[in-house]
């Protein structure tokens, strides 16, 4: 068994209701083996519901999700196949590190030397018998990771890894997650941050309003989303864009008048102009963020909406 | 810790040796057991309860018997003295609850419960580990309480000439008693703190139960109220702990006993019932 083609998250028609709030709707989704899949949402999408669902911590509603092809409750041995880091800082502050991953370790017969073992992997050997509950947010983040990591399991959940951390902390948890689906294990991270998983992911599953909104390569989401444009001004903008659109590039209009070219470099649009004697007033390069990408994909499915466009009641 | 380990991300994450043979690391209830064990000896809360347990109960029937031996001792008292060398329990056995609570509870506050269960998903027999080890814990301690409690009091009505012999029936049952009370007192604990996830919400409902309610009924009017108090738990519960009792309307000892673990095994299975149906 261990991290076969059996190692995954499948879910269908997935469905947690809170009183008349449906916070998961219905969803359908395969996490994979070998790959980051990035689980993105903005607040309240419903991340943390989906993953308390497949621990088995919540009670679908609806639908079901099974790891490795059962549902979590009837996992024979889970800490060997499943691993999670879940929001919740959910550890007794009271407890070392040591003794927290030691009780862990002893309900699925981990033997004590992979205690030490993680212990050293995440770096918390000199504080490894200190309260816990005196510990960094990095550090409790590390030792959320090391009983992640205790059974050696071949499928992780990591709900909101980064949040918090430091840059070096933030660094450290990307790599590591980037190395254990190079280990060919099943990974599955949620984010609200659109940049974060650009750099961790290799697939994508958007979530908006407890509905699965996009799942995608993501490198396949990057190149449709992340298309440059060349933005152009000048006196003579008619002819230009005539002239452009004769080579076979898209023109576009920018807000206040300048074009937005597609397709083309600056030089190749300097060239034409100067072939042309049409004067240039800019000429620059501008990344549609996969931010923006992503805002755009979710606007409808935001679950709280700063109301920043209401006008300020006078008087108030 | 040093600063390069933290920085140093894993070159790749190594794999403990008996990997892939699963057969040989399943999830049973013995494991769930030790682990459970292994997280109540882990916690100072656990010491704290149970020297509390220990030292308010000694410490107050050897007062109470200091105290009262004199008069105890006088011709023509009718006071039971056997309620006294056991006296301190009444206010000792508050450590119990708490500590049965706190196994509990202290899981919600920390949000470890959803560590627990991801390791252990099967909730019946986390419940039941927790049960066991707080039971033999509390047995344990409760019955070398008893011990010390007696052997304590007993000095000082020894001294005017009215002390208690341990060969007594009553009093080895009330030693050993004292073990089973507090027992099931925890278990008790442990149940409300499943039901309730909230500390100081179920030590108050605990202990107003125990002690508050448990007077209070005394108040009902007629065989209604008579019955009331022999059953409410603490008042059910407790004859098994004291060689005599204060109160000579109370069920017998072991009667009692049965009525408090009774009951005490329903608000458990009721609570088992919803832990494994509501959300962790
Ligand atoms: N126990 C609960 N009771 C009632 N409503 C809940 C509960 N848990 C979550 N919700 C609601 O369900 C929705 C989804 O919440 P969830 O925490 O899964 O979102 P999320 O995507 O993880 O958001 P975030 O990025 O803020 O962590 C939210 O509207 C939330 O208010
Ligand atoms: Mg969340």
Redesign the interface.
Known sequence: ??RSVAAMITAERLTKRYGDKTAVDAIDFTVRPGAVTGFLGPNGAGKSTTM?MV?????PSGGGVTVNGRA??D??????E?G?L?E?????????AY?HL???A??????R??VD?VI??V?????AHKRSGGFSL??GQ?LGIA?A?L??PGVLLFDEPVNGLDP?GI??IR??IR??AA?GRTVFVSSHLMSEMALTADHLLVIGRGQIIADTDMADFIARNSAAYVRVRSPQSGVLAEALRDRGWRIGRDDDGALKVEGATPEQIGDVAGSRNLYLHELSVVNASLEEAFMRLTADSVEYHARTDQPVPAGV | MTTSSILTPPASIPAPARRGDAGGARLTFGRILDAEWTKIRTVRSTVWTLASLFVVSVGLTALICLAAAGDLGEAGNDEPVGAFVTWGLMFGQIAALVLGILVATSEYASGMIRTTLAAAPRRWSVLAAKATVVTGLLLVLGTLTAFASFLAGNYFLDREGIGLSLGDGDVLRAMFGGGLYVAVLGVFGLALGSLMRHTAGAVTVGITLIFVVGNLVNLVPGAFGEWLTKLMPGNAGSAIANVESFNPDLLEPWTGFAVFAGETALLLAIAGWLFSKRDA
């Open positions: 068994m261990g308390r621990m088995g911590l919540d009670h979590y409750r996992l024979p041995a889970p800490l060997h499943v999670a879940l919740a800082k959910a550890i007794h502050g009271g407890r070392s003794n030691l009780w862990l002893k309900t699925n017969g981990i033997p030397r992979r073992e050293g992997l770096g918390l050997e000199a504080v990095g550090m590390r009983a990591l059974g050696d070096e660094r450290w790599n590591l190395s254990l280990e």
